[in-house]
């Protein structure tokens, strides 16, 4: 009698998905048991990863750094595969660049004994709020606050310390107080890329101390994150990645006892019509896909999914950060080196605010090069700013930053205080543009998780619940149908790829040892 193999239908081939089938085609006779197959609705793999060129030097367009290399899976292949060194420029190789130049509107250089205060208290308030060892802050019952309102009350209680904040600073009827308030602004801008919270007030300060990062240095990858998601693909056999077949339904047998084929109980439909059957399936897709496959009329779910999967995925954080690289005119001095600059933007409320600096400038913490000598510039943006990003021309970003550098960069102000001294520069002029799309990317819609107000961890825990959902009582349907990866699966490192491959990891083992092929 022969056993027909069970299918194994994998969902995405970024780096959740491609881990999973590397890890079940290369787990030790299980290619021979198993039929595998990685299907992928865009026209490449990597997902959330993608290397590429702008102007000569190599730059990363979705994930961009080893968050710490020790004990980073993806620091490990990067090394096995000699991808941390190469004869080509690529984006932050030199890890760090000069000590930042603070730039208030206005043009007016800030000095370090304005900045480094605020800095060390934003630095604190956040070691304080992920946990860190050896570190307090003086306010009891937190309670349910977010992320946002806890730093603003950090900032508070620092200001109620301290005297004479309504001191002037000698230039436009600045404040310290005023510019103490730009400084942190620029830092909380920061966070949002890195969390992907458009607003920090929607970031839930409980769960931040869950979120783990590894020891030693962050560091990009020489030759591009590309070639750890093309190392993990390489093992598997031509064919077994289909590229273009965007998945529209998810047919599923909940454990109810009715209807229950035992065959093939995944029933996947495409795009083009098409239908394939799998006994297990393991779905990759992004937060943001699967927010919109639960909220609109069709669902990508048939039937829907259960309640407490549902949810965790709408209490779930996910928000849009994306990437803009300009180009230095090449008609500029040579000699002028462009600085790393932190720009300090006036608040809504003030009257000192320039009119022509765009809104979604206002926002953005920090203009600076790829590299050191780079004539390349970088510049993140998050939640709505990002979203508009996306939405504009090439020549709306170049006069929106041409506005900006003129008002921060080449307006010479000579002032006296102590504080504060006037910044020039040679005019700037911009060449080309490139910026991310990740927010209305269809395959995406959006950047990474994180855990919103009204989430917690829980919430992750139960995005890498596989349905049917076991339970004591007996069982009528297949284990196993359905089951989830990514980095919004991982409850404590969400929103990295090294929590993607974890979770690609987890999930190929949960099916191995299923068909005891390993014991865990």
Not at 200 to 208: G, P, V
Request: charged fraction near 20%; hydrophobic fraction near 35%.
């Amino acid at each position: 009698m022969v056993t027909k193999k069970p299918k194994v239908v994998i969902i995405g081939a970024g780096m959740a998905g491609l881990t999973a089938a590397n890890k079940l085609y290369t787990s030790a006779g299980s290619k021979e048991f198993i039929e595998l197959c990685v299907v992928e609705g865009g026209n490449r793999i990597g997902g959330r990863i993608i290397t590429s060129e702008f102007v000569g030097s190599r730059i990363e367009m979705g994930a961009t750094w080893i968050h710490g290399i020790g004990g980073s899976p993806i620091y490990k292949i990067a090394q096995e595969i000699n991808s941390l060194h190469s004869e080509k420029p690529w984006e932050c190789m030199d890890e760090f660049l000069d000590d930042p130049l603070t730039i208030a509107e206005g043009g007016y250089h800030l000095n370090s004994s304005l900045v480094d205060p605020i800095c060390n208290l934003f630095k604190n308030l956040m070691d304080f709020a992920q946990g860190k060892p050896n570190v307090e802050f003086p306010q009891s019952n937190i309670g349910n606050l977010s992320i946002g309102s806890f730093l603003r009350k950090g900032l508070d209680a620092y200001w109620g310390s301290i005297k004479e904040q309504e001191e002037t600073l000698g230039f436009d009827n600045c404040t310290r107080k005023s510019l103490e308030e730009g400084i942190f602004a620029m830092l909380e801008n920061t966070q949002r890329t890195y969390t992907s919270a458009g607003d920090l007030e929607t970031l839930d300060f409980n769960s931040e101390s869950e979120y783990r990062m590894f020891p030693g240095k962050e560091i990009t990858i020489a030759k591009g994150y590309s070639t750890i998601v093309e190392s993990l693909a390489s093992v598997l056999p031509a064919g077994m990645i289909q590229l273009g077949r965007k998945v529209t339904k998810i047919e599923w047998q909940p454990d109810d006892g009715e209807n229950c084929d035992v065959t093939k109980p995944v029933k996947i439909h495409f795009c083009d019509g098409s239908i394939m059957y799998a006994d297990h399936v393991i779905v990759t897709v992004s937060l943001g896909v699967l927010k919109q496959g639960i909220g609109d009329n069709t669902g990508m779910f048939s039937p829907p999914l259960p309640r407490f999967k549902t949810e965790a995925i709408s209490r779930l954080g996910f928000g849009v950060v994306n990437k803009l690289f300009l180009q230095l005119s090449p008609n500029r001095d040579e000699a002028m080196k462009f600085p790393n600059l932190q720009m300090v933007f006036h608040q809504s409320d003030s009257k000192l605010r320039h009119p022509r600096i765009p809104w979604w400038m206002r926002r953005t913490a920090s203009l600076c090069p790829i590299y050191g000598t780079s004539n390349v510039l970088l510049s993140w943006f998050a939640g709505k700013e990002a979203l508009e990003l996306e939405s504009l021309s090439d020549e709306e970003i170049i006069d929106g930053f041409s506005t900006m550098i003129s008002n921060l960069l080449e307006n010479s102000k000579n002032n006296t205080h102590d504080l504060c001294n006037g910044h020039a520069n040679s005019a700037i002029k911009f060449d080309k543009v490139l910026k991310t799309q990740w927010g209305t990317d269809p395959l995406f819609l959006g950047s990474y998780s994180y855990v919103a107000v009204g989430s917690s961890g829980d919430d992750l825990d139960s995005m890498a619940e596989p349905l049917p959902k076991r339970s004591n009582h007996s069982f009528n349907s297949p284990p196993l149908q359905i089951l989830f990866a990514g980095e919004a699966t991982h409850r404590t490192h969400y929103s990295t790829t090294h929590g993607a491959y974890f979770s690609g990891i987890r999930e190929a083992n949960r099916l191995l040892q299923h068909y005891h092929y390993i014991d865990i």
